[in-house]
């Protein structure tokens, strides 16, 4: 898995042209590459930034920039593009949290789990599910996170629903009627 790091991909005039040599590079080894990871942590450096708990990497708006044009390059669903993985979550527990909890307590609740809600907030899991959730509707795959307890909370929000799995199912059968309604709109 080549990681995107800094070097000219930080610089707005020099980022684009950095990340098609980049995918050029690439497509050459193109059966050998898995995924593509973000350097995040290189890029936050690069800028003098560092990540509280609080924020995710797409509230530092120099880096998702970079990251949005990461994503243009090598994510296209065309054929041409690569698995590109979420960026690190480096956030361990152990410093005071800032912002007012953004997990509802109603779920919690209802499954009598409100001390659980507290352990995620306590365990700064809070903020990286929120950013797993970002990644996700950024079109990024997986996470890496350098702490086991982090797995907890990743793994779960990657796995594929029965209802997303029917649906696929349900486009890729072709005599099911999403399978036509996809081949009218050019989505299948």
């Known amino acids: 898995m080549p990681v995107l790091e800094p ?13 098609v040599g980049a995918a050029a590079g690439m497509h050459r080894h193109r059966e050998r590459i898995l995924a593509v990871r973000i350097g995040a942590t290189d890029l936050c450096s690069a800028y003098g930034l560092r990540r509280p708990r609080d924020l995710s990497i797409y509230d530092l708006h ?33 410093t005071e949290q800032v912002w007012k909890p ?44 350098i702490h086991p307890t982090h797995v907890v909370a990743v793994h779960p929000l990657s796995v594929v629903t029965h209802e997303q799995c ?16 996809a081949a009218n709109t050019g989505t299948r």
């Open 7 to 19: 070097t000219d991909i930080i610089y707005r005039e020099t980022c684009k042209d950095a990340l």
């Open 62 to 94: 120099l880096v998702a920039d970079v990251i949005g044009d990461i994503v243009i390059v090598f994510g296209c669903d065309d054929g041409t593009g690569y698995v590109v993985s979420g960026p690190v979550w480096e956030c361990l527990s152990g």
């Open 102 to 145: 953004q997990l509802r307590t109603s779920p919690f609740e209802e499954h009598h789990a409100r001390r659980f809600r507290q352990e995620l907030n306590a365990d700064n899991l809070e903020g990286l599910i929120r950013e797993v959730d970002l990644d996700q509707g950024n079109r990024l795959t997986g996470k890496t996170v």
């Open 166 to 181: 029917y649906g696929a199912s349900e486009i890729l059968d072709d005599e099911s009627p999403a399978a036509s309604s």
